[in-house]
């Protein structure tokens, strides 16, 4: 379904290059992330914090998709759920935005778990179609307040709640830092999950079901624990949506948007978050930032295509070459065997033929086969130790 990242190697982890590189880099994409409101006008900022919220949706997908291997085309309506439960919290509970969060995350994990029930039986495209049957069905049906009575009011304002019950984030720019902050935590509990027993489990489930059963695998109880993981992801995206649009649209988590999600995960690579964030920023910020339509055509189907025959495996995908190119190159800097990089690409010496060393060794082999050949015809056909008699 997508190809594993490879880690960094054990002989490399601890250099302090590597170090260097590693917490360098973080510690600018997170400076880069936090300056980014300065740099904007209030409009913008709003775009900027729809992509991190996409962000956060596109990693259920990342989960569910690429780790799992359940392809799943639904993931809007998994956030559509959440979404619900925000606007139905903050315009009759006035619930805390912690809460809502909290609240929001379980009932996305329950919705995505029923949804997952047919994948107990169903694979590949059919669970594909029932995904995506559920996402239409949701928008049009189960979040429609002309069907049922606790779908929230399209027409009615979502006003964002306290944080922790003092903080204001009506501001946009607080609201950014919000969603920043909630990414972070999404994404370092993701990559525990990954790092544990229940994201080992998940990847044997996908690359082999009763290989994984032999091994004691309860395989139902590990696509429904994906699902569940990736129905919270998605329920989170979409709470913070909610409380970033001022209100609650069916039309926002329409059937199409699912699609759009699950082209952001494909472009990004599926088997990465980072790829899930660039996947997201590049459909989605494109269309926002770059200029002109010809630049915006790259968001397009057209740049979809063009993205996928020149990189099939993603975006996401030169960024870790790029990364192991220069692991490559601290392994020969320092005199190191990586086999991981095959950085172990050069062969012993061996000797020209005709020479003396050649001649010796061919001798060698010529004896040792004679002496097996010997010993193995048997007592009567071998020689005895003082010659013929």
Excluded at 142 to 150: D, E, K, R
Excluded at 305 to 314: D, E, Q, R, S, T
């Amino acid at each position: 379904m997508s190809d594993e990242v490879r880690p960094v190697p054990n002989e490399l982890r601890a250099l302090p290059e590597v170090r260097a590189l590693r917490w360098g880099g973080i510690a600018v994409l997170a400076s880069l992330a936090l300056a980014v409101p300065y740099w904007l006008q209030v409009g913008d900022q709003l775009k900027a914090t729809a992509a991190i919220v996409f962000v956060i949706i596109t990693m259920s997908v990342v989960v569910l998709t690429g780790w799992a291997g359940q392809v799943s085309l639904g993931q809007m309506s998994f956030a559509g759920s959440g979404g619900a439960v925000a606007a139905y919290a903050s315009q009759h509970w006035n619930l805390d935005l912690a809460l809502t969060l909290l609240l929001a995350g379980l009932i996305g994990a329950a919705v995505a778990m029923i949804v997952g029930l047919p994948a107990l039986r169903l694979r590949g495209f059919f669970l594909a179609v029932t995904t995506l049957a559920f996402a239409m069905a949701t928008s049009a049906y189960l979040l429609n307040i002309q069907h049922f009575s606790w779908a929230p009011d399209p027409n009615s304002v979502v006003i964002r709640p306290r944080l922790f019950g003092g903080i204001s984030v009506a501001s946009q720019r607080t609201y950014y830092y919000v969603c920043l902050v909630v990414l972070a935590l999404a994404v370092v509990a993701v990559l525990n999950i990954r790092r544990s027993r229940t994201g080992r489990v998940l990847l044997a489930t996908r690359e082999n079901e009763r290989a994984a059963q032999a091994f004691g695998v309860n395989v139902l109880r590990a696509k429904l624990t994906a699902f569940a993981i990736s129905g919270c992801l998605a329920a989170l995206g979409g709470c913070l949506l909610v409380e970033l649009l001022g209100g609650f649209g069916p039309e926002t988590y329409a059937p199409e948007q699912s699609f759009v999600i699950f082209t952001a995960a494909v472009v990004g690579g599926l088997g990465s978050l980072l790829g899930a964030a660039l996947g997201s920023l590049y459909l989605e910020g494109a269309q926002w930032w770059l200029p002109g339509p010809q630049w915006q055509t790259l968001a397009s189907a057209v740049g979809v295509l063009l993205v996928l025959m020149i990189i099939p495996g993603g975006i996401g995908q030169v960024v870790f070459r790029v990364r192991d190119a220069g692991l490559r190159w601290i392994a020969d800097r320092r005199g190191l065997i990586v086999p991981s990089l095959l950085a172990d690409a050069r062969q012993p010496e061996t000797a020209q033929p005709g020479s003396d060393a050649d001649d010796d060794d061919r001798a060698a082999q010529t004896r040792a086969g004679a002496a097996h050949h010997a010993t193995s015809a048997g007592p009567d056909l071998a020689p005895s130790a003082g010659g013929p008699s």
